[in-house]
């Protein structure tokens, strides 16, 4: 099949990258690493496909990769985004195949995520980016595109920090095919970032990319960085465990008001930007995009909608490229009792088909006791 982009040699990409060298490795994505690209080659960003330890490859699954980005770029709707990478060409050698894109790279989020000059603004700016990318090909019909494996590794900020989507090797739907319940599927999404709704019935949909972002966004308010498999030195819990301890412990005092409950770093909350109100409306939607019930989630629009509510974004819709945004008005959560009161009786109705002994392998015994409980209900009701 002729490529829809131009093509590059791999001697190419050398000159680009300097030789691949070390200096100028970004990051790693889930099959390879991204380099920058040096001197007059500046304004390029190199995806190396190769071989790695954590996820298997099988001969012929980067190239099939290669080979479904390229057909991304016969989708306008994929490429007309603002917060999507700039397709510039493509390499096919036999063993480490790779994408090219028109991008001065500044990081990853995940190599900013811990990092005191990651400011509130920035993350604020890749949370509202990254979302409404991720809704807009959730919005392609007659068939959505489904990432499956997003994490905060897989967004690249450009000079201005802008989020960029730059990883597609486990893409689903659109006009390529569809995947959602593809049977004996040996390759998931990335550790820590993987809807516990998805192990349980192997069933991919838009929810399991919301749980994945929620991931993300506890990231970004918390500072939190989710550690590799491989770098784990001991059974740390993962991010979303973490944030529903924090609750349960506030919980425990029996005096928490769900409109103060904050995950944002302290640091973060000194910034001048920062207001409270953000910060507890950013921790109430992170929690709702990780609960366990997919049908508890929202949509990937509704995140965007909610996220565009933020004094930040209202306050300052230059610095979001948003036009005509009302000033923010007092913050009230006036309606939050109902709004408790109805999702309790909605979720108490709801069958429970996750097999408890797999629920406890994934989630650990406390959270699981929460469930038998009726209590763990309160965490999708924030």
């Not at 028109?102 to 000059?117: C, E, G, I």
Request: proline letters at 5%.
């Amino acid at each position: 099949m002729a490529p829809r982009i131009g093509g590059f040699k791999p001697e190419a990409l050398e000159i680009v990258t300097d030789g691949f060298c070390e200096n100028n490795c970004i990051g790693r994505f889930q099959f390879g690493k991204v380099y920058r690209g040096v001197g007059e080659f500046s304004d390029h960003t190199v995806k190396l496909f190769e071989k790695v330890d954590n996820y298997e490859v099988r001969p012929g699954d980067n190239e099939g990769r290669v080979q479904d980005e390229d057909c991304l770029t016969g989708d306008d709707r994929v490429l007309s985004h603002p917060n999507m990478v700039e397709f510039l060409g493509i390499s096919y050698p036999t063993e480490r195949p790779a994408v090219v894109y028109k991008m001065q790279a500044l990081d990853t989020v995940h190599n900013l995520l811990d990092k005191d000059s990651f400011s509130w603004l920035q993350r604020v700016k890749v949370a509202y980016g990254f979302a409404s990318v991720v809704a807009s090909l959730h919005d392609c019909r007659p068939i959505p595109y489904i990432l499956r494996n997003i994490s905060a590794a897989h967004i690249m900020l450009d000079q201005d920090c802008n989020p960029k989507l730059y990883d597609f090797s486990m893409i689903s739907g659109g006009i390529l095919p569809d995947k959602r319940e593809l049977l004996n599927q040996y390759v998931h999404g990335c550790h820590g970032y993987i809807d516990p709704d998805y192990v349980c019935n192997g069933k991919w949909s838009e929810k399991c990319d919301v749980f994945a972002f929620g991931v993300v966004l506890l990231g970004l308010i918390s500072k939190k960085v989710v550690l590799d498999e491989a770098k784990k030195t001991n059974p740390e819990p993962f991010l979303y465990e973490w944030a529903y301890s924090e609750y349960q412990m506030k919980q425990q005092g029996l005096k928490l008001d769900v409109c103060k409950f904050s995950l944002v770093h302290r640091c973060l909350e000194e910034e001048p930007l920062f207001s409270f109100q953000d910060g507890v409306t950013l921790t109430v939607l992170a929690m709702q995009c990780v609960d366990f019930n997919p049908l508890m989630r929202p949509t990937m629009k509704q995140v965007v909608q909610r996220l565009r509510k933020l004094c930040i974004i209202q306050n300052n819709p230059d610095l979001f490229d948003l036009e005509n945004t009302p000033a923010a008005s007092s913050f009230s959560i006036s309606g939050i009792g109902k709004l408790l009161v109805r999702k309790l009786e909605v979720y108490s109705k709801m069958p429970r088909n996750m097999p408890k002994a797999l629920f406890k392998k994934l989630m650990g015994n406390d959270f699981s006791k929460l469930v038998e409980k009726g209590k763990f209900v309160i965490l999708s009701l924030l």
